[in-house]
Every structure is written in C-alpha cells, then in structure tokens.
Nanobody, 121 residues
C-alpha cells in the first residue's frame, strides 16, 4: 500500500524556523485535501492546518500567522513552513492527505509516520 513519507523536523531554538514535507511513497493520481496535525507529549493529536486541492487554507488559532501550509501538485507534495517557533510547539507533527489512485476512483485517507520537532528556549 502507498504510504505518506514525511521529511524535516529536528531541533531548533525558540524564534527559529523549520520546514516539513509530506509525499506519497508510490505512484498516485493526485492528492485532494491535505493537512497537518500536532501531538504534544501525553496529549491527543489535534488539527492545526489544512489545504484544499485548489489551495484554499485554514489555520488553527495557535499557529495562525506563524505557520504556512502549501502544496506542489506537480510533485504531489505538501509542505509546512514553521516560523517564530516556541517551546510549546515541541512535539510530533503528522501529515494527513486524501489520495486518489485514478481520476474517477475514491479518495483514500492516509497518515504520515510523524516527525519530531523540538524547540529549545
């Protein structure tokens, strides 16, 4: 089965930036809607940002003005640019996307493996 593979993350100082990417591991037709979720240690996973096929975006208040979601449909890749990072942003970030394997086929939902982001003070 196809998987969503995430890249990026790591350790950064408060106020710094990181970028994440998410792309299917195999051949697909297209990505429909996509988004990113955040999970703090010991907490439930929560939605933070989404993007439609056409590029319309929505942001949770916690990241609005600091994080930017984007996509490159030619590369079937979704990105998350994280600026002005705070220690409370530390945790695991997961990508989520609806994937089509054919033009007329269904949209299947997939999750990335998650990537650790640590922001030091």
């Amino acid at each position: 089965q196809v998987q969503l593979v995430q890249s990026g993350g790591g350790l950064v100082q408060a106020g710094g930036s990181l970028s994440l990417s998410c792309a299917p591991s195999g051949t697909i037709f297209s990505i429909d809607g996509a988004g990113w979720y955040y999970q703090a240690p010991g907490k439930q996973r929560e939605w933070i940002v989404g993007i439609s096929r056409g590029g319309t975006t929505n942001y949770a208040d916690s990241v609005k003005g600091r994080f930017t979601i984007s996509r490159d449909n030619a590369k079937n890749t979704v990105y998350l640019q994280m600026n002005s990072l705070k220690p409370e942003d530390s945790g695991v970030y997961y990508c989520n996307a609806g994937v089509k394997f054919t033009a007329s086929g269904p949209i299947n939902i997939y999750w990335g493996q998650g990537t650790q982001v640590t922001v030091s003070s």
